[in-house]
């Protein structure tokens, strides 16, 4: 489990990061701690897709649909918070 959390951190970094910050920004929405709690519910669940035992496909599932969600969830945020994260960012 700890390898797949460290291969999943190496690709959404800087995703993280930005989601980390909404979540701290006063103008947040409601909905996007429900969002990222579902977010960390998928990934720390030992239920899969795809189940971990199949070679190579059991951490795929894990690796393409965390950062499509949560680049899926940056998209949707108000204008003003992306603006905002994206000041810091750079």
């Given at each position: 489990m700890f390898k797949r959390?460290?291969?999943l951190w190496t690709v959404v970094r800087g995703d993280a990061l930005a989601l980390w910050r909404a979540l701290k920004?006063?103008?947040a929405p409601?909905?996007?701690k429900w969002?990222?709690?579902g977010v960390l519910l998928y990934v720390l669940s030992p239920v899969d897709l795809i189940p971990e035992f199949i070679p190579l496909l059991g951490v795929v599932d894990d690796i393409v649909l965390v950062p499509m969600a949560i680049a899926f969830i940056?998209?949707?945020l108000p204008a003003a918070v992306r603006?905002?994260?994206g000041a810091?960012?750079?």
């Open positions: 959390l460290a291969v920004h006063p103008l409601g909905w996007l969002a990222v709690g940056l998209r949707k603006a905002d994260i810091r960012r750079v």
